[in-house]
């Protein structure tokens, strides 16, 4: 991967994969091939500045990738590189943790995510509606 300069990431059957944290740490450029995708970080990290993004049936033209990436100036290929090199330690698992780290970003996620977690919580107690009859 660290010779390629991009790295192919199908859609898969899980929202993400190692796929993507090992193209990512290795400098690869990926190009995401996913209609829909949910991306790690996203909330922090803008993807578009260093990923390339490409539907199903785009992918399925023949042909029509690998022109796509053959027409990508090496001077925005280079613009990409170096923002990728710039995030790629938020995908790197370190033991023990460091700050800034995959294993911190996860963290981050799930107390970013908390507050609406409880907030479904207590929705759904104060909501429901009980069962009276039962």
């Known amino acids: 991967m660290r010779s390629s300069k991009f790295c192919l990431h199908p859609a898969g059957d899980t929202p993400s994969s190692c796929r993507l944290f090992d193209a990512i740490v290795s400098h690869c450029v990926p190009v995401i091939v996913s209609s829909r995708i949910e991306l790690p970080f996203e909330d922090e990290i803008d993807y578009s500045e260093f990923s390339l993004f490409f539907s199903v049936e785009e992918v399925l033209r023949p042909d029509y990738l690998l022109n796509q990436l053959r027409q990508i100036p090496k001077k925005?290929?280079?613009?990409?590189?170096?923002?990728?090199?710039?995030?790629?330690?938020?995908?790197?698992?370190?033991?023990?943790?460091?700050?800034?780290d995959a294993?911190?970003?996860?963290?981050?996620?799930?107390?970013?995510?908390?507050?609406?977690?409880?907030?479904?919580?207590?929705?759904?107690?104060?909501?429901?509606?009980?069962?009276?009859?039962?």
């Open 103 to 134: 294993v911190n970003m996860i963290w981050r996620q799930v107390r970013h995510r908390l507050p609406a977690v409880n907030l479904a919580i207590h929705r759904n107690r104060r909501l429901k509606i009980p069962d009276w009859w039962g």
């Open 76 to 100: 925005k290929w280079v613009e990409m590189w170096s923002k990728l090199k710039n995030v790629s330690r938020y995908y790197d698992f370190q033991h023990p943790p460091r700050k800034g």
